[in-house]
Each structure stands twice: as structure tokens, then as C-alpha cells.
């Protein structure tokens, strides 16, 4: 956000303002400020717009009360608020006003002069006040009015012709047709960060407001896995088209990512505040109600503010991890390291599994991946991490692993990431912690990029039934043991059973056995005993982002 221009403290000419080009409303301000400070004989200035509750400074020079671009006063207290919407007379003498006894310095004066005048544009709309403060009387303070109110006027017209040309120039900025979805025809992630950049500098140039609102299209998923992919995508279209239906020409929609749309409604009083009234009303009397029936509709009422609060504490919950994320995001997503994936015997390197880091001092990658689901951010965050990973394809020897949850695998926005992508040197993995609702819907998705040389593995194999289900429901290429099953297999014999029945298994299916965690040599020596091609742990190679890893 820029940060506004400092109030000028330099004297006035006598009469007039000083010469020199004006280049904007902020620019003009300043300048008329600081010329009404060295003309009218009060010490303090400033304009400021009313928003909500606050009385939120635009412009300033006030060397007592110390407000700058960017001060809120209560507007309620405010002379200000008393001219524009009581009639009130523009000139005030009196003891100071509550909205500034709290912000004078010590030594201010008991009592003061305060002129206010509206700026207001062509048609009438009061956008602003002009205010000025002084101590003494200010006797002259009625002569100088007609000047006062001429600034207030110049500057209302400044200001109207500088907010039209914001409303024209954010009415262009929605039109632009590039970085479009292509799937519902609405605006891109890439149009929502920049319009949500340009929003924030123009709230605090002119005070004004801006609300968000999040949708989320409830059963995307479900509805790809039974209709097909085509269904989810006319659902998501037509959710666009209701959205949009309902929106002003300056409001923007746009798709964020997965099943996510934002909204952006400028000029809009920020969501919030008071939740509303819990009221009963009967069309005829009844004479019967007593203070304990309100009791029990107050009683009533705290119950449903309990469940208000408990929703309101998950949203905040909520914000603050897609906040995180969105941090993540600009930050370029989660950095990737690669652990090699080595032949038992031979010692070479064959592959190598990404892994995603996170930023120091945050949760580890297991808690970013589960709450990013639970937000609906789970797709987004696993396709980043692929796509981050796959950088590194063509500087690796072997394939390369990846980590994907069901979900994720059956999206239309992994086929169109792997684009291109050489995938018989690509290898998904399937985790154990990840439910698998429908077998059959994951299978056919997976046919066509298996059939172009995509490789499936099972990880975590041995911790759970679920990853023999998926071993047996799937027939993978790769069956990973978990490292549950490889610590202490050494000396385990009922560990080294399990193996060898899983040898066994591999073996007559085709598919191949890594070994997960393998951190000394007798854990090596038993698994090669075992006929265990594969492997990878901090005993072979540890993960390493790229040169070192190559």
C-alpha cells in the first residue's frame, strides 16, 4: 500500500495558493490545507470522509491533535457530523470537542474555534468535510466562511472527478478478456490479485470501502466422479452465471482455483459488526406476556450467539489458513527436496521422491497438506507442489515420485499440469491416509495416463488395511513399505514375514518392492536378504534440493 503524503508544517503565502502545477486530489489538499492554516488563523486542518462509525482522514496539517492521511475520529462526536447532518452552523466556539480531547497534547487550549464545510461533487453527494481547528475565538473565523467554503467546493469537485475516473478506470480493468477461466468465462487468480492490489491502494487514497465474499461449489468432486468431468464443469459454469447474474457492472467475480470463486464488491460497507435480532410478532395482542417470556427469548438468543461465536472462531480459523496459504502461494509455493530412490544391490540411483518443505516454524508438511483440504485448498496446494517437483525432472536420474491424494488424481487440472510431461519417467503415489470413496471411478482415470507410461505406487504399505486395499483394488507398479514395517526389521522376525509376503505378492503381479526408511546397515542387509529391490532412507542418500540430489 503507498503510504500517504506527509502534511506540509511550511508556511502559507499571504493570499492565494502557493504556484505550481497540481497533480491530483492529494496533491491539492495538501496545498490547500496548508494555505488555509497561514490565512483563516486557526492551526489545525484536515479533510476526512465518513465511513461506518470513523471519520477517516484523508489529509492533514495539525501540528496539536498530530492526525495524519489514514486517522479515524468517532464521526459521532464530530462537529463535522453535526453540519452535515443536522444543519448545524458551520462555525463552532466552545470547549474542545470529544472526538479530539483525547488527542490533544499537553498545553491545548479548553476551548476553541472549529469551521466545517462539506465537500461535495456536482450532483450533491457529500464525499468529505473540511475541518479547522484553532484556540481563542477566532473573531474574524464568519469572514473567512465564504473562502473556507470556496476551498471545500474546489476540492469536492477535485475529489468527484478523481473517484469517476477511479469507477471508469475499474470498469475497464473488469472488462479485460485476458487471463480469463476457461472454463466458466470469469475472470482468473491472476485478474483477483491484481484487482484485490489496486483496491487496497485506492481504499486508503479515498477512504473507501471494499468487501470479500469466498463461494465454494458444494459436491464438485462427487458430481466429476459420477457424471464426468464435463458435468463438473457445467456445474461450475452455471454457478458463475447465477453469481454473476446478481452482481453491479463494477463488482468482480472471479474462479480462484478448484471449486473456489471470490467476489470483490467495492463501495460496500465491510461485513460484520452486529449479527441482527432475534424477534417474535403476533398479530394480535396478547396481554398474557410477561418479563419472563423475555427472558426466555433472551435465553434463546444466547444460545444461538454460542453457536454465532463457535462459527465465527472456525471462519477465523479458516482466514487464517488461507491466508497462510495465500502467503505460500506468492511466496511460489512449497520448496521441493528430492530423496534418491536406490537398487539394493547395485547402489545406483534409479529415481527420486519429492518432498515439499514449508517455511521455518510452521506446521509440518502432513499438517499443511490436511489443512489446506479442509479448507478447500488441497488440490491447489498437492498440483503446486507437483508442479514445483517436476522442475526437477529433467536434471534426475531415473523417475520421479510424487505424492498425490485420490481427489487430486482424478481432477481435470492434473491432466492439463501434465501436459507434455514424459510420463513413463513419472511415478504417482497413492498414500495410506487418503480414503478412496470410488475404486472404479480412480481406475479409469488413471487407464489413459497409464496406458501413455504414467507409474502408480502405494505408499505407506504395512501401517494400515487401507493400503492393502488399495494394493489389491489398484495393482500398482510400486508397493512402498512403510517405515514402520522396515524399522528394526533386522531383528523382527514377524516384520520380516510381512515383507516377504509382500515380496512375494509384488512378484507375481509385476510390480516392484521400495523400501521406505532404511537408516542402518542390518536394516539393509535383511531387506536384501528378503529380495527387496528398492530402497530409500537416510542410511542411502538424504533429500536435497537440486544440483546436490543429482
Known amino acids: 500500500m503507498p503510504t500517504p503524503p506527509a502534511p506540509s508544517t511550511a508556511p502559507a503565502p499571504a493570499h492565494g495558493h502557493a504556484h505550481g502545477p497540481v497533480a491530483d486530489f492529494a496533491a491539492a489538499a495538501e496545498r490547500t490545507l496548508v494555505d488555509l492554516a497561514g490565512r483563516v488563523g486557526l492551526e489545525s486542518w484536515w479533510i476526512a470522509r465518513a465511513e461506518g462509525a470513523e471519520h477517516v482522514v484523508l489529509a492533514a496539517t495539525d501540528p496539536v491533535f498530530g492526525l495524519s492521511a489514514g486517522s479515524a475520529l468517532a464521526w459521532r462526536d464530530t462537529h463535522c457530523r453535526r453540519v452535515v447532518e443536522e444543519g448545524a452552523h458551520p462555525v463552532l466556539r466552545g470547549p474542545l470537542p470529544d472526538s479530539l480531547a483525547g488527542l490533544a497534547a499537553a498545553g491545548a487550549p479548553a476551548r476553541v474555534s472549529v469551521v466545517s464545510v462539506p465537500l461535495t461533487s456536482p450532483g450533491g453527494e457529500v464525499l468529505a468535510t473540511l475541518c479547522g481547528v484553532g484556540s481563542g475565538s477566532a473573531p474574524a473565523l464568519e469572514e473567512a466562511l465564504p473562502s473556507v467554503r470556496l476551498q471545500g467546493d474546489l476540492l469536492g469537485a477535485l475529489l468527484a472527478a478523481e473517484l469517476e ?70 456445474l461450475l459454469h452455471r454457478a458463475a452465471r447465477t453469481v454473476e447474474s446478481r452482481l453491479r457492472a463494477g463488482d468482480l467475480l472471479a474462479r480462484l482455483a ?100 514449508f517455511p521455518a516454524g510452521t506446521p509440518a508438511p502432513d499438517r499443511w497438506f490436511a489443512e489446506a483440504a479442509e479448507v478447500g485448498y488441497g488440490e491447489d496446494l498437492e498440483l503446486r507442489a507437483v508442479a514445483n517437483a517436476l522442475r526437477g525432472l529433467p536434471r534426475l536420474p531415473g523417475f520421479l515420485t510424487v505424492n498425490l491424494s485420490p481427489a487430486t488424481l482424478t481432477s481435470p487440472a492434473l491432466a492439463r499440469l501434465l501436459e507434455g510431461v514424459p510420463l513413463e519417467r513419472l511415478v504417482v503415489e497413492i498414500t495410506e491416509h487418503a480414503a478412496i470413496e470410488d475404486y472404479a471411478a480412480l481406475l479409469a482415470t488413471l487407464e489413459p495416463l497409464r496406458r501413455n507410461g504414467l507409474r502408480v505406487a502405494v505408499d505407506d504399505t504395512g501401517a494400515g488395511y487401507a493400503s492393502l486395499r488399495h494394493v489389491l483394488a489398484i495393482l500398482p507398479d510400486f508397493i512402498k513399505l512403510d517405515i514402520s514395517l522396515v524399522r528394526g526389521i533386522d531383528a523382527d522376525p514377524s516384520r520380516r514375514a510381512l515383507a516377504a509376503g509382500l515380496v512375494t505378492f509384488a512378484a507375481s503381479t509385476g510390480a516392484r518392492i521400495v523400501a521406505e526408511g532404511i537408516e542402518t546397515p542390518a536394516e539393509l542387509a535383511a531387506l536384501r536378504g528378503l529380495g527387496v529391490q528398492l530402497g530409500q532412507g537416510y542410511h542411502l542418500a538424504r533429500p536435497a534440493p537440486l544440483p546436490a540430489a543429482a
Open 165 to 234: 475516473v477511479t469507477e471508469r478506470a475499474r470498469a475497464a480493468e473488469r472488462a479485460r478478456t485476458e487471463h480469463v477461466d476457461e472454463v466458466t468465462g470469469v475472470a482468473g487468480r491472476e485478474v483477483w490479485d491484481a484487482a484485490l492490489r489496486t483496491e487496497e491502494q485506492r481504499a486508503a487514497r479515498h477512504a473507501l470501502p471494499v468487501s470479500l465474499v469466498l463461494l465454494a461449489v458444494d459436491d464438485l468432486t462427487a458430481v466429476n466422479r459420477r457424471d464426468g468431468f464435463g458435468a463438473g464443469d457445467a
Open 258 to 357: 478448484g471449486d473456489r470463486f471470490g467476489v470483490l464488491l467495492p463501495g460496500t460497507d465491510a461485513l460484520g459488526g452486529l449479527y441482527g435480532t432475534l424477534c417474535a410478532v403476533s398479530a394480535q395482542p396478547d396481554e398474557g406476556l410477561r418479563e419472563r417470556d423475555a427472558e426466555v427469548l433472551r435465553a434463546v438468543a444466547e444460545a444461538v450467539m454460542d453457536l454465532v461465536e463457535e462459527e465465527d472462531e472456525l471462519q477465523r480459523v479458516r482466514r487464517a489458513r488461507l491466508a497462510r496459504l495465500d502467503d505460500l502461494d506468492a511466496a511460489g509455493g512449497p520448496r521441493v527436496v528430492y530423496q534418491p530412490i536406490v537398487d539394493l544391490l547395485s547402489a545406483e540411483h534409479v529415481g527420486a521422491e519429492a518432498l515439499s518443505r
